[in-house]
């Protein structure tokens, strides 16, 4: 498997970018990210992981696949209810 990782500059600059598109574009609507993962088809993976780890997007073999930590689902959001 060839991995390969995002430089933190890059990681930080990618944050920012997506952050500011959400403040574009999203003004007081929520954004639910289960609904976009699923009209998406993403493989989207609930476990417990080390408390430092709160998600991660993998792209492997053409998908992508997210993980989520589920002991770091703030409360009351809809991703609670799968805790």
Same mark, same amino acid.
Do not use: C
């Given at each position: ?9 890059? /990681?930080?600059? =990618? &944050?920012?970018?997506? #952050?500011? !598109?959400? $403040?574009? @574009?999203?003004? *007081? ?5 289960? /609904?976009?993962? =699923? &009209?998406?088809?993403? #493989?989207? !993976?609930? $476990?417990? @992981?080390?408390? *430092? ?17 589920? $002991? ?12």
């Amino acid at each position: 498997m060839n991995v390969k990782m995002i430089s933190k500059v890059r /990681k930080k600059y =990618l &944050n920012s970018l997506a #952050q500011d !598109i959400v $403040d574009l @574009y999203t003004w *007081e609507k929520k954004i639910d990210p289960e /609904k976009i993962l =699923l &009209n998406n088809k993403v #493989q989207t !993976i609930y $476990d417990k @992981y080390d408390a *430092e780890f709160e998600g991660m997007t993998v792209f492997r073999d053409g998908e992508f696949h997210v993980h989520i930590n589920t $002991d770091n689902i703030p409360q009351n959001t809809i991703l609670t209810l799968i805790k």
